[in-house]
């Protein structure tokens, strides 16, 4: 079996269960966010803008936690926004979405590591142990330390992780919750304190705000550890989504209390401000303003000082362990799939952990910490971060879109999709904002991701292995490259494609067009994907037998592909290969009482992006007289337009039919006046009719004996709405035996976005 066929299985071991996940979610946010945030916030957008600035990011961050969740309890696998993205749009995408999840979660991890041995050594520098002479060196020499120290409890394997993780994570909890309820009783004891605030917001303005959320928002991804633990989590599909809301709850309530106790922390009397107003002085310092604001906030120095160190200790070490977690195993699912060598998909046997992806990871969270500054270190992380989350919330749209029928959620969001799409606005803009805390991250990005791009095209493509939601194209034969309308024909057997191919003959005639023949291959769910071509000779036959009659008139290419999901693979072909118009089959049960357009048929009406043509008992081709009910709109138009091009060019007839109540009766002559260009018959052999009746189905079939072909629009309607009551086309279909169309127009902005997304 080849490598790019092969299938890999896991073997990590499910042991976290909600209580690990969720530590795991905190421990990665509650760190740099605070540590570092606190003293640059407050210079760029003033004490207000502070406590502004985590709390809009903390409503930034539900949106798209619920996206992560959504995704998660449909996709629980390690590899987070590498999964979502391979099934939302393919191989190219979700290469580049592992690859800047790789590199940002362990660029958070050197930043934490940064974080640790910056309030470390600046502890000890404070109580006069250190020589400030020393704490360069000894910064990066701590972080090498910590950073050795969590790659090994990472080794050390998932239950060690969680365990160590939660443990960490409940000390910084207890710390920093702490620190909050101090400053808010100080303020309760000491109003004055409030003045403080005061001006509330930086006099720079309100950007600003975006700015400094931009280079926080790195404070906020632990939704983002806790979607690489679907292949180690007990219950995934409750526990994950679960996991995700609490935590970034829990921590925007966490950095706003904090940030309040920053602010109120020193009196404005204090002569240690040296005529600074407290929050320019809290400023000065930078990345340990926050040490310092709550130096100041203890009943001693020396008691504040303890309580920021052990703070660090506990936050910064347990987003270190969380983070190193999450980028092993974005690095793992891109070994595991073959995007990366398979080196990386190798477990150790004793401790059931991805050791060769820990170590890779191990080498850029050490490398980072060392040779960056701390700043442009977070701003590196957060600009990753925002790419990252921005390609998940367009994954949350279109696999609910695309594949709503196949997945199994565990989690729906609600005010579907305008959560995703609130987060995708704002992310745009704060990435652009964040030039303004480091033109380094805007280097560091750009060049990470053109290196992604280079070794996909160079490596990654040829040897991926197909998912099981891929689509995979078996055979292929391409047409010269001609322009001008394209006719796809989705040919399902050898029985109906000479069918299909007397009409698509006139279609294709009419409009001048070349024509794809497409298969999709049926392969039974417990068939693996490398036996796909042992199930595609039905269809070769059906493609085979369109060819010979097609050929020697039309420009002709075909295609052979599988999907797991047929209205997928249908739909996701037309889109690639620009499809104007899209001829099928339809194949019902008329005398069953339970017929229905059927799972691959509905789909496939709803999101293809061109035109829709289905022929229902046509195989003859002949035809005189066609009935087209119409009730105006683009699909009547179009079907006005199949109908003319369908009957016999001599003397077919076609009659435009409108049943009305008792309301108004449509104008059906200045309708057809309107879309006279579209006809392929002489205006005058297109005629009106006009019929009162409270049952259109009724008034249709009544009216429908004398002739030998329906044309109808499809009905626009909701699909809870359709398996509620049957459509006019599926009633028709069901009670009428005449040869009938259905089609369904692309007109429409609707259709511009599904040729996109």
């Avoid at 640059?40 to 930034?60: D, E, Q, S």
């Avoid at 590591?113 to 006069?128: I, P, S």
């Avoid at 309530?253 to 002085?281: K, M, Q, R």
Wanted: glycine share 8%.
């Amino acid at each position: 079996m080849s490598d790019s066929t092969q299938q890999v299985t896991t073997e990590l071991s499910r042991e976290l269960n909600l209580f690990h996940i969720t530590m795991m979610g905190l421990g990665m946010m509650i760190g740099a966010g605070v540590f570092i945030g606190v003293g640059n916030v407050m210079h760029k957008a003033g004490p207000g803008g502070l406590m502004l600035t985590f709390a809009l990011n903390g409503l930034v961050a539900i949106f798209t936690a619920m996206s992560y969740a959504e995704l998660s309890s449909a996709i629980p696998r390690a590899g987070g926004a590498y999964n979502f993205a391979r099934i939302g749009f393919g191989r190219g995408t979700s290469f580049l979405a592992g690859w800047m999840e790789w590199f940002a979660s362990s660029v958070a991890g050197s930043l934490y590591a940064v974080v640790f041995a910056t309030y470390t050594l600046d502890f000890f520098y404070q109580l006069g142990f250190l020589d400030a002479s020393i704490i360069p060196i000894g910064q990066k020499v701590v972080a090498l330390l910590a950073g050795l120290f969590f790659i090994y409890i990472n080794y050390r394997g998932a239950s060690e992780t969680g365990k160590i993780g939660a443990f960490f994570t409940l000390g910084q909890m207890v710390l920093i919750v702490g620190i909050g309820v101090v400053g808010i009783i100080t303020a309760i004891y000491d109003p004055s304190r409030l003045h403080n605030f005061k001006p509330f917001i930086h006099p720079d303005g309100l950007l600003t705000i975006l700015v400094t959320m931009g280079f926080t928002s790195v404070a906020f991804e632990g939704y983002e550890v806790i979607a690489q633990a679907g292949d180690e989590t007990i219950d995934p599909k409750r526990n994950i989504p679960k996991a995700m809301l609490y935590s970034v709850c829990i921590v925007t309530v966490t950095y706003i209390a904090v940030s309040f106790a920053s602010v109120v922390s020193v009196h404005a009397d204090n002569p240690v401000l040296d005529g600074l107003a407290p929050w320019e002085w809290i400023a000065s310092f930078g990345d340990t303003g926050f040490g310092q604001a709550v130096a100041k906030l203890m009943p001693t120095e020396f008691i504040g000082y303890m309580v920021v160190a052990l703070a660090v200790i506990f936050a910064s070490t347990s987003a270190l362990n969380a983070t190193i977690f999450s980028a092993t195993r974005a690095s793992y699912a891109l070994g595991r799939d073959r995007m990366l060598p398979a080196v990386f998909s190798k477990i150790s046997r004793k401790r059931k952990t991805p050791y060769m992806a820990l170590a890779f990871t191990g080498v850029i969270v050490i490398s980072i910490a060392i040779f960056l500054p701390t700043r442009d270190v977070g701003s590196s992380a957060s600009i990753m971060f925002l790419l990252l989350f921005f390609l998940v919330n367009l994954c949350v749209i279109k696999i609910r879109r695309d594949m709503g029928d196949e997945l199994h959620y565990g989690f729906l969001m609600p005010l579907f999709p305008l959560f995703p799409i609130l987060a995708i606005i704002t992310q745009g803009v704060l990435v652009v904002f964040l030039h303004e805390m480091s033109w380094v991250a805007w280097v560091v990005a750009p060049v990470w991701i053109g290196a992604g791009v280079l070794i996909y095209l160079a490596y990654s493509k040829s040897r991926a292995i197909a998912t099981e939601d891929e689509i995979l194209v078996l055979e292929e034969e391409e047409a010269p490259l001609v322009k001008g309308y394209k006719i796809m024909v989705s040919v399902a057997n050898p029985e109906n494609a000479l069918g299909l191919v007397r009409n698509t003959y006139k279609l294709a005639k009419a409009k001048e067009a070349s024509i794809e023949l497409l298969h999709m291959v049926p392969v039974p769910p417990q068939v693996p994907l490398a036996d796909a071509h042992e199930y595609m000779m039905e269809g070769k036959e059906g493609i085979v037998e369109a060819m010979l009659y097609l050929a020697p008139l039309f420009p002709l290419s075909s295609t052979l592909r599988y999907c797991r999901s047929l209205p997928r693979g249908i739909v996701s072909t037309a889109r690639e290969k620009k499809a104007d118009m899209l001829i099928m089959g339809w194949h019902g049960r008329p005398g069953s009482q339970r017929f229905r357009l059927g799972s691959t048929l509905d789909p496939i009406i709803e999101r293809t992006p061109c035109d829709v043509v289905i022929f229902k008992d046509c195989g003859k081709g002949d035809f005189r007289r066609a009935l087209v009910p119409v009730a105006g709109g683009p699909n009547s138009a179009l079907a006005l337009e199949i109908a003319s091009i369908l009957v016999d060019g001599d003397e077919g007839e076609v009659v435009a039919l409108t049943v009305t109540g008792g309301g108004s009766r449509f104008d059906v002559e200045r309708f057809l006046d309107r879309n006279e260009v579209r006809l392929n018959i002489p205006r005058e052999r297109v005629t009106s009719m006009g019929v009162r009746s409270d049952s259109v189905v009724e008034a249709i079939i009544k009216e429908s004996e004398d002739f030998d072909l329906i044309v109808v629009g499809s009905t626009a309607k909701p699909a809870l709405s359709r398996m509620a009551q049957p459509t006019v086309p599926e009633m028709l279909a069901r009670r009428s035996g005449k040869p009938m169309v259905m089609v369904r127009s692309a007109a429409g902005f609707r259709t511009l976005i599904r040729r996109w997304i």
